[in-house]
């Protein structure tokens, strides 16, 4: 197994909060094995809950315990500067991702600014259904569609392979090593 191919199920590992031991990655030969395996292990459900309302939540309730926000003044659009103590960002920053219980976390910029796309607790919201998948799903299973975003996710950012089909075999068809 070369480098990019153990990355890569690292990255899987860890995205679906799952331990794949050495003799099962052998046998992972397509982008389709590696689907199948994740839904055996994690559990399928038949709909996909939506995460980024979860992650929304409990957004909303770590800032409501931890800043003594008002539930009413925070909306998907709400912006973090409006929400989070002027003072010490960094540190109320990781406040804030502790009590969410997530372990993906949007990073602050060099200068301690909110990126673009994190700067409304809906924006977080986005980033956490994306990245910290696994730590909203829950006790819910898995739909086979979250588990192909997942892995294709995986797959480009990973391995950079953008366009693939699910039969085609990691080393002879898309030159993994």
Same mark, same amino acid.
């Given at each position: ?41 994690? /559990? ?32 998907? /659009? ?96 898309? /030159?993994?090593?």
């Amino acid at each position: 197994m070369g480098l990019d191919s153990v990355e890569f199920v690292l990255a899987t590992e860890e995205a679906f909060q799952i331990a794949i031991p050495d003799d099962d990655a052998q046998k992972l030969l397509t982008p389709g094995d590696v689907v199948d395996y994740v839904l055996a292990r994690v /559990g399928s459900a038949p709909d996909a809950a939506c995460l980024e309302q979860r992650a929304f939540y409990r957004l909303r309730r770590a800032s409501m315990r931890l800043f003594q926000a008002e539930r009413s003044a925070l909306k998907p /659009g709400t912006r973090w500067e409006a929400v989070l103590p002027t003072r010490d960002t960094r540190h109320n920053w990781r406040f804030l991702h502790q009590a969410t219980g997530v372990p993906q976390w949007p990073r602050l910029t060099l200068l301690g600014k909110l990126p673009t796309a994190v700067q409304t607790v809906g924006g977080t919201a986005r980033y956490l259904a994306t990245e910290a998948t696994a730590a909203l799903k829950g006790e819910t299973g898995w739909s086979r569609d979250e588990v192909e975003t997942t892995v294709a996710r995986l797959m480009k950012e990973q391995l950079g392979i953008k366009n693939f089909r699910w039969d085609q075999q990691f080393v002879r068809d898309l /030159g993994v090593d």
